[in-house]
């Protein structure tokens, strides 16, 4: 359970230790040694080059109530930080390689309002169709990522050229796997032809929780991972440092899935966002009547919250362009009860088990951890 009942959400701290700020401490200060935030972790000021390894899904409450299945992150220098809202894939990835707050690099959720229909970010489609030509990913999201710097990406080949990775990866230096067992000899290459930083991404954790759950399952995926962990810092070249965080935790939603009821949805004409934020669009007028309407219904196992209260208290960062409000829905169910919000357009061939999306600390709080090799 990871109810959050006797709380209000966590609104993630963009100006202190966030995803966001850790690829401008990176690459902006001219030495690690000065001016580094205070939230890094200590081995970075000892180091000549860098790797920062994104495990997708792995967030620092499942991490901790995990230890002994991942010994070696065990024994990291590090803590806990925050993530971005929404706690979802396309948001945070794009946040950790631009240094920006969703505020301002603008993709604000797995499924988001786009001049009047809505995008899947990561399919970077409408329904079944491919809106690239439509929607340029370099125009929605027009922020160049690691501060303009041609970085070394180690992903999964069949991402390279999609339209996401174009959104949130462009002008960087491509260098795919197809097993995982490749991440480490391919960043290893990457530092000893004298890159000082690498970028590395695993999605395996967010894949098996979604499909599987917590379980034997996830705890084997798990070994797998710091396994990855481990091999990365037996190749690295000595006094390369190791950086591993996460774009998001995971709550254990199984079958709780909430179907608003059709009164609810009378006066809404879009649906957007993701299971657990779950954006409600509607007509101009309608806000307060709807927000009351969500209360109502949910207000038991949800935040209900409207749009012009998450931007006054600054949920998606402090300054928010009118491009970008626009993308936005008028009132969100925000989960903070282990369900998720149901709507048909979102639902995918597979159940998925475990989700993400809302403001809890199992979605929130993300390990920022560090070890020299």
Not at 295 to 312: H, I, P
């Amino acid at each position: 359970m990871v109810s959050n009942r006797g709380g209000g959400p966590i609104i993630p701290d963009y100006a202190g230790a966030n995803v966001r700020g850790i690829v401008p401490a990176l690459l902006g200060p001219a030495s690690w040694a000065q001016g580094l935030p205070n939230w890094m972790p200590t081995p970075v000021v000892e180091a000549s080059q860098a790797v920062l390894l994104v495990l997708d899904g792995l967030g620092w409450d499942q991490l901790q109530d995990h230890l002994d299945c991942m010994p070696t992150l065990a024994k990291m220098a590090g803590g806990s930080i925050h993530t971005v809202a929404p706690t979802t894939t396309a948001t945070a990835l794009t946040s950790i390689t631009t240094g920006l707050s969703p505020a301002e690099h603008g993709l604000l959720g797995y499924r988001m309002a786009l001049q009047g229909e809505v995008i899947n970010v990561l399919r970077w489609c409408v329904g079944d169709q491919p809106v690239r030509r439509s929607h340029p990913p370099s125009e929605v999201q027009p922020y160049e990522p690691f501060l303009g710097q041609s970085v070394p990406v180690v992903s999964m080949t069949e991402l390279q050229q999609s339209a996401f990775s174009e959104a949130h990866l462009r002008g960087c230096v491509p260098v795919g796997w197809r097993a995982p067992s490749s991440i480490a000899v391919e960043a290893a290459a990457q530092l000893e032809a004298g890159e000082r930083f690498v970028y590395c991404y695993y999605g395996n954790i967010d894949k098996i929780a979604h499909e599987r759950g917590f379980g034997p399952f996830y705890e084997a995926e798990l070994r797998a991972a710091d396994a990855l962990v481990a091999a990365l810092l037996e190749s690295m070249p000595p006094g390369t440092v190791l950086l591993v965080t996460a774009d998001h935790g995971q709550v254990h939603v199984g079958d709780r899935v909430l179907k608003p009821s059709a009164d609810l949805l009378g006066p809404v004409n879009l649906q957007s966002g993701e299971g657990r934020f779950r954006w409600l669009h509607c007509a101009s007028g309608a806000v307060d009547n709807l927000a009351s309407a969500a209360r109502a219904e949910f207000g038991e196992v949800a935040w209900v919250v409207t749009k012009e209260q998450m931007l006054d208290e600054h949920w998606f960062g402090p300054t928010t362009t009118p491009l970008v409000r626009s993308r936005l829905g008028d009132v969100a169910l925000v989960a903070f009860e282990p369900v998720s919000f149901y709507e048909e357009a979102d639902s995918g061939p597979a159940k998925l088990i475990c989700r993400h999306g809302s403001l809890t600390s199992a979605e929130v709080n993300v390990p920022l951890l560090g070890a020299i090799a």
